[in-house]
């Protein structure tokens, strides 16, 4: 899938490199391409930081961090990106191996069926933890989004289902 941006004189897309898979890997071959992976990511943060104005999305963000470290570059774009209008969307299929930095500059929290207690147990440091744990009987593609500080959360699905006419 090829995206492209809205507005193309004002918008760009940012690929990182890719490395080919291969069968079997050495462990120093490993962690030199994790090594890797980390600096043109973190090469990705400090750019987005000096350009501003963006929207930086990271699937599997915990895959650039952990609970408990978090690169400089990576960190600053979190704790003071709104300051250049960067706006910033990450998602992982366990909260509890996300960054606590992440965690506690997060407002919104779009929550898909959560099930792990160890994950029930973080968010719900968070937010009221009756919500997180309300997220279990969510249907498939269903969410529950919450605000931080908001009394209700809202419930929704990522999907439309059709009726017959």
Avoid at 104 to 112: D, E, P, Q, R, S
Wanted: with cysteine; proline share 6%; aromatic share 12%.
């Amino acid at each position: 899938m090829i995206f492209r941006p809205l507005y193309p004189k004002t918008q760009k897309i940012i690929y990182p490199p890719i490395f080919p898979k291969l069968p079997y890997i050495s462990k120093e071959e490993a962690n030199r391409r994790r090594n890797l992976k980390l600096e043109a990511f973190d090469s990705v943060c400090h750019t987005i930081m000096n350009k501003g104005n963006q929207l930086f999305i990271v699937d599997e963000v915990h895959t650039f961090c952990n609970k408990r470290n978090i690169s400089y570059e990576f960190n600053e774009l979190i704790t003071k990106g709104g300051n250049e209008n960067v706006g910033f969307i990450g998602t992982s299929q366990s909260v509890s191996q996300v960054s606590n930095i992440i965690l506690g500059n997060t407002l919104h929290f779009f929550i898909f069926r959560t099930t792990l207690p160890n994950d029930i147990e973080w968010l719900g440091k968070i937010i009221p933890k009756k919500i997180v744990e309300q997220s279990q009987y969510v249907e498939p593609y269903g969410f529950i989004y919450h605000k931080v500080g908001m009394r209700d959360p809202v419930y929704g699905s990522a999907i439309q289902k059709m009726t017959l006419a």
